[in-house]
C-alpha cells in the first residue's frame, strides 16, 4: 500500500468514525426525547441540525484530503458496497417511517441487518476477521432488538450503542494499530 493509498484510508476512517459518533448520538437522543417526553422537535433539532452539520465538516474535511480520497475511492470495489448500503439504509427510513403499517421501532432492525449485510459482504472482499466480527455482532444486534425491544423505545438505545461497539471501537482500533 502507498503512502498516498494509507494516507486516505486514514482519512474514509476519520470520516467513518465522525458519522458514526454522530448517528450514535442521534439514535440516544432520541431515546431520551422519547422517553422524557421532551417538548422539542427531534427531526431538526436532533437529526437535522446534527446531520447538516456533518455533511458540513465531511464536505470541508473532503475538500481537504481531496487528491489522496479521490484515487483511493477509485481503487475501491467495496464502494459499491457501502453505497447500496447507504441506498438501502435511505429506503428503509423512508419506508418505514412513510408507512403506518411498520412501527418506527422496527427500523434500528432493519438498519442493522442492512449494515451487518454490508460488513459482512466487505469482510469477504478484504478478508479482514475484524469486519467478519462487526458483521456478524450487526446480525446479533438485530436480533436481539427483534426480541428484547420490541414495541418500546428502548430499541434506539440499543442501536446507539451498537454502532459504537461494532463501528466506533473497530476503527478506533483500526487508526490506533495503523499509528502504532
Known sequence: MTLLQKSADRTLRLILLLW???FAKCFALEYYVQVYAVPIHSALYVWCLSLLMACAAT???LRMHLQEVKTSLLQRPYLQIW???????????VIV?????IPADRLPVFLAMIVGTAYISHARLNKQRLLLLSGIGWWIGAG???TCTQGTSKSLLLFAV??????TWPI????????G
Open 172 to 179: 478506533v482500533a483500526q487508526l490506533l494499530k495503523r499509528e
Open 20 to 22: 458514526s459518533l454522530i
Open 162 to 167: 451498537l454502532i459504537i461497539s461494532l463501528t
Open 83 to 93: 453505497g447500496t448500503c447507504m441506498v438501502a439504509v435511505l429506503l428503509a427510513a
Open 144 to 146: 436481539i432488538l427483534i
Open 97 to 101: 417511517l412513510s408507512t403506518q403499517n
Open 59 to 61: 464536505f470541508v474535511f
